[in-house]
């Protein structure tokens, strides 16, 4: 790359760079505090999504962990649900559990098992004659699908962000 193409490309690196630190400041310690629940939901997104208002728990294999995640803007989540095949897959529930509980995500990697940043939500919905109950990884997921015992439907929406630890 000549030095005159390198100028003009280093701010436009360093703009895309700082966005992506931007969209997971915050406090990356796997021991700071963190509600669980209802409260870190309502949390997140009556709070500026940035840092630890993004945080809530998941689960990974069973265990639970604490995620930090943001929404991708809808212009970027249609390109990189177009161009990124190599997003992860987060699972919601929107409806719950009963008794008004939440359903805790599922999420299908973390670092080291194929993570990448990016994930896709799907919700899940149970079909008739199933209670809802909670779900605590990606191949108990999978394998209520192939039962019949859910449904899974994918929606266009992209968040950003990381695994943060292990709940404590």
């Not at 193409?5 to 021991?31: K, Y």
């Not at 069973?62 to 991708?72: A, C, P, S, Y």
């Not at 605590?136 to 994918?154: F, K, M, Y």
Request: hydrophobic residues 40%.
């Amino acid at each position: 790359m000549s030095a005159s193409a390198a100028r003009a490309v280093a701010p436009l690196a360093a703009i895309t760079l700082a966005i992506m630190l931007a969209s997971c400041a915050g406090d990356s310690s796997p021991t700071a505090p963190v509600t669980t629940g209802a409260a870190s939901l309502s949390q997140a997104s009556s709070e500026n999504p940035n840092g630890r208002a993004g945080t809530m728990p998941a689960f990974y294999d069973g265990q639970l962990h604490t995620i930090n995640f943001k929404e991708e803007p809808r212009a970027a989540e249609q390109a990189l649900l177009a161009h990124n095949g190599s997003i992860n897959t987060i699972y919601m529930s929107d409806a719950g559990l009963p008794g008004g509980a939440p359903f805790v995500s599922v999420i299908d990697a973390i670092q080291g098992d194929g993570f990448n940043p990016l994930w896709q939500e799907v919700q899940i919905s149970f079909t008739a004659g199933h209670t809802p109950r909670q779900l605590t990884s990606d191949i108990e997921v999978l394998a209520a699908q192939t039962s019949g015992e859910i449904v899974l439907t994918p929606t266009d929406e992209v968040y950003r962000c990381s695994v943060i630890g292990p709940k404590s």
